[in-house]
Every structure is written in structure tokens, then in C-alpha cells.
């Protein structure tokens, strides 16, 4: 099994990334945490070139993340929600994903992406409203051909109990690492 985690948090030791920690710990096979804010990938310019074409003109280290898609088996997407939505970073990232929805509407061909699993973990200390980041999160989920996605898990007391002493987070952590490790 091959997991892909998008880390939307810019703080390295915060409260997304001890979430990560813990799901990494109960995953089953290997995975790779592409880190939004320290990654070099760039946001879509929308010059089209996937318009027509495979990938994308921007050679940046988006081009590995591409490959991991393709060759993985579930997709996680993990981020802080910064005025009712993802971080930039992690919209930076999505953005990328502009190659996909050009490859099924533009050029009419069918994804060569497998099937795949998808989780969201989201993370805050505002007032716990979570419609809007996740169904973006479900969104780029889909684009990366993740149609059997986990109920969402989220920790919204950040400012007064770390995400990992959240027992209903860190449970629902753990549920998503059974569902990712499930074999068909």
C-alpha cells in the first residue's frame, strides 16, 4: 500500500502535523508527506498548456507528486482551515491538479489514475465549521480519482487542547488508517 499525505500546515510542529504523525505511526506499507509550505510547487498560471497536453509546463517538484498520484493507493489531504477553508499552500497544490479536470473535459481521455481511497483531516481553533474546507477537500480528492473517501475527522479546539490530546481526533485517526489499510 501506497499513501500520499498533502500537508496544508505551515507550522511544522503544530497540531496538522501531529495528526500526520499519528496516522503515519498506524499506516499500513510506505507513504510520502508533501509538505505545502517547504515543498517547491508552484500554483496553476493558467496558461493552458494542459489545455491540450498531458502534465504540466511548470517543472517544479509538483512533477514527482504526479507520479506518487498515479502510483499510489489512497490520498490523504490534512490541513489547518484558515478563514473557513484550506491554507493557500494547499490551494497552491490543488491548483496543480488543473491537468486532471483538463485531461476529462478537454481533452476527452480517461484518467490513467487508479481507483483510490480518500481521507481528510482538518484542523482549527475557530468556531468548527467545516462544510466549505472539506467539500474542497473532497473536490481535489475527486480529481485525483478518490471516490471512496472517509467521514471527514477534525480537532476544533486547538487554542485550548492540542489536536493530538483530542481523543475524538486522534480515534478518528485511527479509523482512517484501518479504512487506508483495507485491502480489497
Not at 74 to 79: E, K
Not at 91 to 101: H, N, P
Not at 134 to 146: D, I, K, Q, V
Request: charged share 25%.
Amino acid at each position: 500500500m501506497k499513501t500520499l499525505i498533502l500537508n496544508g500546515s505551515p507550522r511544522p510542529a503544530g497540531d496538522t502535523v501531529s495528526l500526520i504523525k499519528h496516522l503515519t505511526g498506524l499506516l499500513d506499507g510506505e507513504y510520502k508527506v508533501v509538505d505545502a509550505y517547504r515543498s517547491n510547487i508552484s500554483a496553476c498560471l493558467d496558461c493552458r498548456y494542459c489545455w491540450k497536453n498531458p502534465g504540466c509546463a511548470i517543472k517544479d517538484e509538483m512533477q514527482d507528486v504526479y507520479r506518487y498520484i498515479e502510483a499510489c493507493d489512497n490520498i490523504v489531504i490534512a490541513s489547518p482551515i484558515y478563514f473557513s477553508e484550506l491554507t493557500g499552500k494547499m490551494l497552491d497544490v490543488g491548483s496543480r491538479l488543473q491537468t486532471y479536470f483538463c485531461a476529462k473535459f478537454f481533452r476527452k481521455e480517461e484518467l490513467s489514475i487508479k481507483p483510490k481511497r480518500g481521507a481528510v483531516i482538518l484542523v482549527g481553533g475557530g468556531d468548527g465549521r467545516i462544510e466549505k474546507p472539506y467539500e474542497t477537500a473532497c473536490t481535489l480528492l475527486h480529481h485525483m480519482n478518490c471516490y471512496d473517501i472517509h467521514e471527514v475527522v477534525c480537532s476544533f479546539n486547538t487554542n485550548v487542547v492540542p489536536a493530538i490530546e483530542d481523543e475524538a481526533a486522534a480515534e478518528g485517526v485511527r479509523r482512517i488508517a484501518e479504512f487506508l489499510s483495507k485491502r480489497d
